[in-house]
């Protein structure tokens, strides 16, 4: 009978001995059959054991998580404050970001109008030297070919 355990992508590195980013990229090119699947901590790998050829009874058993401590009306009050200072600092951290966006976007236009200018004059200055070398350009038509002989040979 296959044995149904899943393992995340730490407990498989572990298991072989290997990083978790090479399980990881194992995973992905198709050369380990694992599942990926969404978390509440994000999307994460479901590695069965058949696939890393391993039975479960190699695997060390995972650490038990650390209890959970009971906290008090007074922690949880702090607890609260200190959520709401990081909220106040990441909204300012946000802030300035945006006031150093537009700044910079200032800096970018204000550098790029002189270069607009001197790419049009370019353009102009451009068309003016084709129409020039369009005019010393003989005219298509009967004569044209007399052109080439009635040239003098140095």
């Not at 298991?15 to 699947?37: D, F, N």
């Not at 054991?49 to 959970?68: H, K, N, Q, T």
């Not at 009971?70 to 959520?83: K, Y």
């Amino acid at each position: 009978m296959a044995d149904d355990t899943r393992l995340t992508v730490s407990q498989a590195a572990a298991a072989l001995g290997v990083s978790e980013r090479t399980i990881r990229r194992r995973c992905t090119s198709g050369k380990i059959s694992a599942k990926l699947v969404s978390t509440e901590s994000g999307a994460t790998w479901l590695i069965p054991l058949d696939a890393l050829g391993i039975r479960s009874s190699e695997i060390e058993p995972a650490e038990p998580a650390a209890p959970v401590a009971a906290t008090t009306p007074a922690e949880l009050a702090r607890l609260e404050t200190d959520v709401q200072q990081i909220k106040a600092y990441l909204a300012g951290q946000i802030n300035s970001r945006e006031a150093m966006r537009e700044d910079i976007g200032a800096a970018l236009r204000a550098a790029l109008a002189p270069l607009q200018e001197s790419i049009e004059q370019l353009t102009e200055e451009n068309i003016k030297l084709q129409s020039e070398l369009a005019a010393q350009r003989p005219q298509p038509g009967r004569r044209s070919w007399l052109n080439l002989f009635s040239r003098k040979r140095l």
